[in-house]
C-alpha cells in the first residue's frame, strides 16, 4: 500500500526549506534547485507544490511572519494588559542571533519590495496583522484600567510595529551595538511616553 503523503506539511517543509536558504545564503541565492536541496528534494517533486521563484519566496516570508506572530500571540496569550504588550515587542524585536538572522531576512525582503508587487502586498498584509496584535493588546490594558481612555488606539498599535521595525532594522542594518538590557530599557521607554501606564493607575 503506498505511504500517503500529507501535503501541507510537504509545503511547509519547502517553506522552511526557502528561508533557509534565504537566511544562509541571501535573497538572491533562491532558485528552485537551491531549496529542493535544503529540503532534499528533487526540483522536479518541488514544483508539483510551488511552480516559481516568485512562489517560493512567498511561501517563505509566509513562514517567518507566522513564526513571528505565533511567539507574539503567545506572549499576549500568557501575559494581560500592559505586560502582555512588553512581552510581545521583546518577542518582535530580535533579542538574540537566531532572531537577528530573522529579521535581516525579513530586511531583505523589505528591500525586494519595490520589485514584486505580491511581495509588497505580503509586507503591507504583516504590518496589519501586527497592528492587529498590538491593538488588540493595548485595547485589552485600557479595559483594565492600566492605560488612559484617551489614547488612540490604532495609532498607538501602528507606532508599535514602527518600534519593532525600526528598533529591528537599527540592530540588523550595521547600526551601533546594543544589548538585550539597552533593548528592553528602550520599549520599556516607549510604553511609558506613548501608554502613560502610571497615570492610568493614578487616575
Known amino acids: 500500500m503506498p505511504k500517503k503523503v500529507d501535503h501541507t506539511k510537504r509545503r511547509e517543509s519547502i517553506a522552511k526549506a526557502a528561508f533557509a536558504v534565504i537566511a544562509r545564503d ?3 541565492a533562491v532558485t528552485l534547485r537551491s531549496v529542493a536541496e535544503q529540503a532534499h528534494t528533487s526540483p522536479q517533486l518541488l514544483t508539483h507544490y510551488i511552480k516559481s521563484r516568485e512562489g517560493l519566496l512567498l511561501a517563505a516570508y509566509n513562514h517567518f511572519i507566522a513564526m513571528t506572530l505565533e511567539r507574539m500571540i503567545a506572549a499576549e496569550q500568557r501575559y494581560k494588559g500592559v505586560e502582555a504588550l512588553r512581552r510581545s515587542l521583546w518577542e518582535g524585536v530580535p533579542m538574540d542571533k537566531k532572531s ?28 496589519q496583522e501586527s497592528n492587529a496584535h498590538f491593538a488588540r493588546i493595548i485595547r ?10 484617551n ?19 537599527h540592530i540588523v542594518g550595521g547600526g551601533e551595538k546594543i544589548s538585550v538590557a539597552e533593548k528592553k530599557h528602550f520599549i520599556d521607554h516607549w510604553i511609558e511616553r506613548m501608554l502613560s501606564p502610571k497615570k492610568a493607575r493614578q487616575s
Request: hydrophobic letters at 45%; aromatic letters at 8%.
Open 100 to 127: 537577528e538572522d530573522n529579521f535581516r531576512v525579513w530586511l531583505s525582503y523589505s528591500e525586494t519590495a519595490s520589485q514584486s508587487a505580491p511581495i509588497r502586498m505580503l509586507l503591507n498584509q504583516g504590518y
Open 26 to 28: 541571501g535573497i538572491g
Open 151 to 169: 489614547i488612540d488606539i490604532e495609532m498607538t498599535a501602528w507606532g508599535a510595529t514602527m518600534l519593532v521595525v525600526g528598533l529591528g532594522t
Open 140 to 149: 485589552h490594558a485600557q479595559a483594565l484600567g492600566e492605560v488612559p481612555k
